[in-house]
């Protein structure tokens, strides 16, 4: 096991105090901080903005590792959690994290003895001295602030969907021009046969006032991620604590049942993680059926809602009571509750919309009718238009020719030219040229 250990910083966590170091919880004081060093004068900051492709890196970068998770965090209010949770990771949507984290110098306990009382205690019952006093103490104390931005994007089309996501990244990171992300996000707004969501969420420590208001588009991320190490500097909170094992004081202490709890209590993690993540999915899915074809009735997927709804509860019981020590280490087993989990899995087919379409065959169709089909295929429309009289035996107003031809792939946004004749105003001869009527727009050239 390690020797120490960093965990969120806790309001009653004063120097020396004693940590449970399964739930986090602050106990009695075992020992008596002689003396404190505090590291030379400075500020940490730490920048990254990154595209997450699993609930684990999510939790990662919001400095939410696997053991972090098995040892405290299933039990604890760590806000962070809170926006873990919040956040709703699933395997449908892009996620995308911006994150500013920052660590002043830290106060370390640099010199500690223990207290008569807590040795009489370990050496009666190491088990009662564990209740009383934890397994480490507190040994540092580090001030600073953190920032997590969590941006997801959802669309019909993936390659929109990876495009917003990355543009989102890019301009956070300074590698695209100022406006990059609106106008990526804009394009997929104004797109009649798509659908796109986006959602942010946000979690702060440090700051004031202004400094720690939402933030809802890059630009503002952009400009709250740079200003956030002087809302630290001017406000800062407590970041974290460092926790030291009772062997650096030292004790005898055996930690070999320690760490089979973190053993399980880490498989507890993961399969927490893994039973969230397909609950949100079928919970994404229910709530937005746009974005998948064939998709299983609600009455049985709701029916799978509850039973993996279950499974996370049951996990994190499972894991409450090992932390708790009120259970012996061990593997959970969704057949032993009462009733049996049934565990179904789920298969989602996503629509994908592909970035070409085919041509329509507009000849023979009505112009009116002709330009409304390309608008709602996301084509544009050329026209060419030859004025006739009125007693020509020709087709008025009626597509007669295209340009490229039906069932031509081509790029959407793509023009189409279509060909048609219309009657001449026998009232103004001299005038020659094309007559948009729908659009009423004239446009005539007078020749010389």
Request: aromatic share 8%; with cysteine; net charge negative.
């Amino acid at each position: 096991m390690p020797m120490t250990s960093i965990m969120p910083f806790k309001g009653a966590g004063l120097m020396g105090r004693g940590i449970d170091m399964m739930k986090g919880d602050v106990l009695g004081d075992a020992v008596d901080v002689v003396s404190v060093t505090e590291a030379v004068p400075g500020m940490e900051v730490m920048y990254n903005v990154q595209i997450v492709e699993s609930y684990e890196s999510l939790m990662e970068n919001l400095g939410l590792d696997i053991q972090a998770s098995g040892r405290y965090g299933m039990v604890s209010a760590d806000a962070r959690f809170k926006l873990d949770e919040n956040v709703k990771f699933n395997s449908q949507s892009t996620f995308v994290v911006a994150k500013c984290v920052i660590r002043n110098a830290q106060k370390v306990a640099t010199g500690v003895t223990i207290k008569p009382l807590a040795q009489n205690v370990l050496e009666d019952s190491p088990q009662k001295f564990e209740e009383a006093y934890g397994q480490g103490y507190v040994r540092g104390i580090i001030t600073g602030g953190e920032l997590y931005i969590v941006f997801s994007s959802t669309s019909t089309r993936t390659e929109s969907q990876k495009k917003l996501s990355a543009s989102f990244q890019a301009e956070c990171q300074g590698l695209a021009a100022k406006g990059s992300f609106k106008t990526s996000y804009d394009q997929s707004q104004d797109r009649v046969d798509e659908h796109t969501s986006t959602s942010i969420f946000m979690y702060q420590r440090g700051g004031i006032g202004e400094q720690a208001g939402f933030v809802k588009d890059a630009d503002e991320i952009i400009k709250r991620l740079k200003t956030f190490p002087e809302s630290v500097h001017q406000s800062p909170v407590g970041y974290a604590i460092e926790v030291a094992s009772y062997k650096t004081v030292p004790l005898q202490v055996n930690e070999q049942k320690q760490q089979d709890r973190i053993m399980s209590l880490t498989d507890c993690a993961r399969l927490r993680i893994k039973y969230m993540t397909i609950r949100n999915d079928i919970q994404f899915a229910r709530e937005n059926p746009v974005y998948f074809a064939d998709l299983t009735s609600d009455a049985e997927l709701a029916e799978a809602e509850e039973s993996y709804t279950r499974a996370v509860v049951a996990v994190q019981l499972h894991a409450q009571a090992i932390a708790e020590d009120t259970i012996p280490p061990t593997i959970f087993d969704a057949g032993s509750i009462n009733p049996p989990l049934v565990l179904k899995p789920i298969n989602f087919k996503r629509i994908n919309l592909p970035d070409t379409i085919a041509v329509p065959n507009l000849v023979g169709s009505a112009m009116g009718f002709a330009k409304d089909q390309l608008q709602l295929l996301r084509l544009q429309y050329n026209g060419d238009s030859t004025p006739v009289k009125k007693d020509d035996a020709v087709a008025i107003d009626v597509v007669i020719n295209q340009d490229p031809p039906a069932g031509t792939e081509v790029q959407l946004n793509s023009r189409v030219r279509l060909s048609y004749n219309y009657i001449r105003d026998e009232r103004f001869p001299y005038l020659v040229g094309v007559r948009e009527r729908d659009d009423q727009i004239a446009r005539f050239r007078i020749p010389h």
